[in-house]
């Protein structure tokens, strides 16, 4: 097991299933200690007891981040919790549901943008004051926090059928890591966008993608298989390490060679 993030301090949104879980607790593995984010879904008590079998602080937060109020109570409930905060995984977001742009009505494209690029927004500028407790480490190589974004293959191609809000969103959440990473850098703040591809064991492809268009789609993936959340987490702790404070504004793509091609 790394202790690469020994007594960190870590906030993961969209925590209770899929590649939010996965991401909590490969952070605790690698010693983080971690406040998991929750929406509607079940599931946060589990991941919760999985980050504790590492050996590490675990609560979770119920919080509804469409709202501005509530994205500050969880910010301020997880810096309460952990003594501060270090890292900020922004996972949270949601396709809503598929739909050509003709019959789109204006409060699904609305809602799309809400709850994955606003909901982005809110907790990034919640835990903004409250990141970079530490400093740099002795060698002046660490950074004062990380921020970790969401964003998606579909900001690179659009998507699959019905996803234009989605895509849209997810490329919006591109653009404002590029310009928050410009924003942070001189406070040693890191800000980088994870683009998962076709990721399995999901609710989100067990929800919307049908096994015909699943076995299509890897059938197109270059690394001939499905990607798996542990796939995304290690990504993540990567981009979370102390050593890499010279990473930022940055798309990590993890597709299995489906983009670019």
């Given at each position: 097991m790394s202790s690469d993030l020994l007594g960190t301090r870590a906030l993961v949104t969209g925590a209770a299933h899929g590649i939010g879980a996965a991401i909590?607790?490969?952070?605790?593995?690698?010693?983080?200690?971690?406040?998991?984010?929750?929406?509607?879904?079940?599931?946060?008590?589990?991941?919760?007891?999985?980050?504790?079998?590492?050996g590490r602080k675990a609560l979770a937060v119920q919080a509804d981040l469409t709202s501005t109020e509530e994205a500050g109570r969880l910010v301020g409930e997880a810096v309460a919790f952990l003594g501060g905060l270090d890292v900020l995984v922004c996972n949270a977001g949601h396709l809503v549901g598929r739909s050509t742009v003709a019959d789109m009505s204006d409060e699904q494209f609305a809602a799309t943008l809400d709850v994955n690029l606003g909901a982005t927004f809110r907790t990034c500028r919640a835990a903004v004051p409250h990141l970079g407790a530490k400093g740099l480490d002795a060698k002046g190589l660490g950074a004062k926090g990380r921020i970790i974004t969401m964003s998606s293959l579909a900001a690179h191609n659009g998507g699959g059928p019905g996803s234009a809000a989605y895509a849209a969103a997810k490329a919006g959440v591109i653009g404002f890591t590029k310009a928050l990473a410009?924003?942070?850098?001189?406070?040693?703040?890191?800000?980088?966008?994870?683009?998962?591809?076709?990721?399995?064991?999901?609710?989100?492809?067990?929800?919307?993608t049908s096994a015909e268009a699943r076995t299509a789609i890897v059938g197109g993936i270059p690394a001939?298989?499905?990607?798996?959340?542990?796939?995304?987490?290690?990504?993540?702790?990567?981009?979370?390490?102390p050593g890499n404070g010279f990473v930022t504004g940055t798309t990590l793509d993890i597709d299995g060679g489906v983009w670019p091609r």
């Open positions: 909590a607790v490969a952070l605790a593995e690698a010693g983080a200690d971690v406040v998991v984010h929750y929406g509607r879904s079940a599931g946060a008590a589990d991941t919760v007891a999985r980050v504790e079998a590492c410009k924003e942070l850098a001189p406070q040693g703040i890191t800000v980088n966008a994870l683009a998962p591809g076709f990721i399995g064991q999901t609710a989100f492809h067990d929800t919307f001939g298989r499905e990607g798996t959340p542990a796939d995304v987490a290690a990504a993540a702790v990567y981009l979370a390490a």
